[in-house]
């Protein structure tokens, strides 16, 4: 396994896969990375060499991904939760924020909007 950047990568998948395992890459981000470093498509982890390993930290190191990423996005929530507009109550409240309906379906929004903040209610 190739440890970068806190992340293990399995030997056995290939590169483009493998750099989803970061948290903020997805699917078209990792085949732009994989073009913009001219790694083949067919190409491996176990396969990569010191230098093209050395070449992707680099280039993982100059993005927002990770602990960087998710906490940029905790202060992003917490921001409009301070300033008290709509976003931020719809937060606060763990309710859907895009406009969505909650008559019926909101279930998932309720799990997942109180992650990212302490859940105390609606009080700011």
């Given at each position: 396994?190739?440890?970068?950047?806190?992340?293990?990568?399995?030997?056995?998948?290939?590169?483009?896969?493998?750099?989803?395992?970061?948290?903020?890459?997805?699917?078209?981000?990792?085949?732009?990375?994989?073009?913009?470093?001219?790694?083949?498509?067919?190409?491996?982890?176990?396969?990569?060499?010191?230098v093209q390993v050395n070449d992707?930290?680099?280039?993982?190191?100059?993005?927002?991904?990770?602990?960087?990423?998710?906490?940029?996005?905790?202060?992003?929530?917490?921001?409009?939760?301070?300033?008290n507009n709509y976003i931020g109550?719809?937060?606060?409240?763990?309710?859907?924020?895009?406009?969505?309906?909650?008559?019926?379906?909101?279930?998932?929004?309720?799990?997942?909007?109180?992650?990212?903040?302490?859940?105390?209610?609606?009080?700011?």
């Amino acid at each position: 396994m190739l440890h970068l950047l806190g992340v293990n990568l399995p030997d056995r998948k290939l590169v483009s896969t493998a750099l989803q395992y970061f948290y903020g890459i997805g699917e078209p981000t990792a085949l732009k990375l994989c073009e913009k470093l001219k790694f083949p498509q067919n190409l491996r982890v176990s396969e990569l060499s010191e230098v093209q390993v050395n070449d992707l930290t680099n280039t993982l190191a100059s993005m927002t991904i990770e602990t960087d990423l998710k906490r940029q996005v905790r202060e992003h929530v917490m921001h409009h939760r301070n300033i008290n507009n709509y976003i931020g109550r719809r937060h606060a409240m763990s309710l859907p924020v895009r406009g969505q309906r909650t008559r019926n379906n909101a279930k998932t929004a309720k799990r997942l909007n109180g992650r990212w903040v302490q859940r105390r209610g609606f009080s700011m």
